[in-house]
């Protein structure tokens, strides 16, 4: 009996990986898409998408899976629950059942209309204009709605995206942490706009040579752990990181030849994310479960753990701050470290969230999260989108975004579909603050090792708690697991104001 249920378990497994290797062909292409195709290739490059993920999708959901799984659940196999072949069994089940639900057409559709949308954003975004962009999103929308009800819900039709990218999480239960983070959040962010500190933003805002800026972000990229003999850097209108299969993961970022911060911050989060994937153990679990990231809250956690937390600390700039000067020394040469230190950790309303300060940060997301809910509640038409975005961030910033580019067309999110995806993003800090505590019970010389630019410990830590775990746990089972208490909101309070209360309010 039990070695049928290993043959059934490899068949499985044989089955599932074939199906990732030809998403992973997507993924390829996905890259392309956003790198060097030229943009007269969208159409076809549209087709290829769509043609690719519907022959995945049938893949994923073919009977022969459902009939292995239905005799694998009962076996042996599962007896312990967090053993990583009832892990890959249990997780398998949960997305084939979604998967299951959604025709092929319908898999193909939003393949080819979220590629045309990525193309038709990106020229709307560079002449900051909605109405080019307005019509194709309304289509993407419609289909978010049609995948709402093909999964089904309890509650909220909310709750069918957002458990695509935060499993097991639903709206309410999201909508609440939040509450608890607005209520301790806001009050902070007002006493530090009462404060009237600003640094020298002078420092970080002035001629920096883009091949110097590349350089230098690569080698503090590959200083903290990222494998670049398993990856590479390039250039895209919209930072992100993309991990292709065993050996091969990318990420991706833009550069600002007027700004120091915004390439350098963006290649130290992506690297995080990278480094992320590079930790997934890929080589033995390819395509299954536990060789895939718990949730993209989890995910973020990882990547603004390294670009906040890490890379925006004193302790990492005592290692690098000497090397940023020797870079760019008609620059840096004079300035002091603590002027350095307070220009990069500026805290004020801007109107592009990948270049938000860490305390304003959520309030980006807030303002996302709520207009989804009116698109997905049809509460909040396509053509007004714009207007409601104005307005709310005038409310919540003190500030009007000058033009649609600098508004509701800054995220590529909506192009691709990803509804529900945002509030990972804040989730994410939460998920980052409260395993960073308990990284520092566990290594309470960390930070030493930072000054003298040694980040393998934090790293290790990281693979061994989170990466190497796949999906072994949910996201909530798992920040319990490693921290020993659920997720709070809490610990990222308490990091920002030990950090920043010095900075503008002492």
Same mark, same amino acid.
């Given at each position: 009996m039990a070695e049928d249920a290993k043959k059934l378990y490899e068949e499985l497994i044989e089955k599932r990986r074939k199906a990732a290797l030809l998403g992973s062909a997507g993924s390829i292409l996905g890259w392309d898409e956003r790198t060097y195709m030229p943009r007269g290739g969208v159409e076809h490059r549209a087709n290829q998408m769509a043609l690719i993920s519907g022959m995945a999708h049938e893949m994923f959901t073919s009977p022969e899976i459902g009939e292995l799984l239905s005799k694998l659940e009962d076996s042996e196999l599962v007896k312990e629950r967090t053993s990583p072949e009832a892990a890959n069994i249990r997780e398998i089940r949960r997305s084939y059942n979604k998967d299951t639900k959604l025709p092929r057409e319908l898999v193909e559709e939003i393949s080819s209309t979220t590629t045309k949308a990525q193309g038709i954003w990106q020229d709307a975004r560079k002449k900051a204009d909605f109405s080019i962009f307005k019509d194709i999103l309304g289509k993407v929308f419609e289909l978010n709605f049609r995948v709402a009800e093909a999964y089904g819900y309890e509650k909220d039709p909310y709750d069918a995206l957002l458990d695509d990218y935060e499993p097991h999480a639903t709206t309410e239960e999201v909508a609440r942490v939040f509450a608890g983070l607005r209520d301790d959040l806001v009050p902070f962010v007002e006493k530090i706009k009462d404060s009237g500190k600003h640094p020298d933003m002078s420092i970080i805002e002035n001629d920096y040579d883009i091949h110097r800026q590349k350089l230098f972000a690569k080698a503090a990229s590959a200083a903290i752990g990222f494998d670049y003999s398993k990856g590479r850097l390039d250039e895209t209108t919209h930072p992100f990181c993309t991990g292709i299969g065993y050996g091969d993961t990318r990420i991706l970022t833009r550069y600002n030849p007027k700004h120091f911060g915004q390439a350098f911050f963006g290649v130290i989060?992506?690297?995080?994310?990278?480094?992320?994937?590079?930790?997934? %153990?890929?080589?033995? #679990?390819?395509? &299954?479960?536990?060789?895939?990231? +718990?949730?993209? /809250?989890?995910?973020?956690?990882?990547? &603004?753990?390294?670009? #906040?937390? !890490?890379?925006?600390?004193?302790?990492?700039?005592?290692?690098?701050?000497? %090397?940023?000067?020797?870079?760019?020394?008609?620059? &840096? /040469?004079?300035? @002091?470290?603590?002027?350095?230190?307070?220009?990069? #950790?500026?805290?004020?309303?801007?109107?592009i969230r990948v270049d938000a300060d860490e305390v304003t940060y959520c309030l980006h997301i807030l303002l996302r999260f709520e207009i989804e809910q009116g698109i997905i509640h049809k509460e909040i038409k396509v053509a007004d989108i714009p207007g409601i975005w104005n307005e709310k961030f005038t409310e919540y910033f003190g500030i009007t975004p000058p033009d649609d580019a600098q508004g509701c067309l800054q995220d590529i999110h909506w192009s691709m579909g990803a509804l529900g995806y945002f509030p990972t993003y804040a989730l994410g800090n939460l998920y980052a603050a409260q395993f960073y505590a308990k990284a520092l019970k566990d290594m309470p010389n960390l930070h030493d090792e930072f000054e003298k630019g040694n980040f393998s410990s934090l790293k290790k830590w990281l693979n061994? @708690?989170?990466?190497?775990?796949? @999906? %072994?746990?949910?996201?909530?089972?798992? +920040?319990?697991? !490693?921290? /020993? @208490?659920?997720?709070?909101?809490?610990?990222?309070?308490?990091?920002l104001e030990k950090k920043f209360s010095p900075l503008y309010l002492d």
């Open positions: 989060h992506e690297s995080g994310h990278g480094i992320y994937e590079q930790g997934l %153990r890929k080589d033995e #679990n390819f395509g &299954l479960p536990m060789g895939q990231s +718990v949730s993209l /809250g989890i995910h973020e956690s990882q990547s &603004l753990c390294w670009e #906040n937390i !890490v890379s925006r600390g004193k302790p990492f700039w005592k290692h690098f701050f000497p %090397r940023a000067q020797q870079t760019y020394p008609e620059i &840096l /040469g004079d300035v @002091k470290f603590d002027d350095f230190y307070f220009a990069i #950790n500026d805290v004020r309303p801007s109107f061994e @708690k989170i990466h190497f775990q796949g @999906k %072994r746990y949910p996201a909530t089972e798992l +920040v319990k697991e !490693v921290t /020993g @208490k659920p997720l709070s909101h809490k610990p990222f309070m308490e990091y």
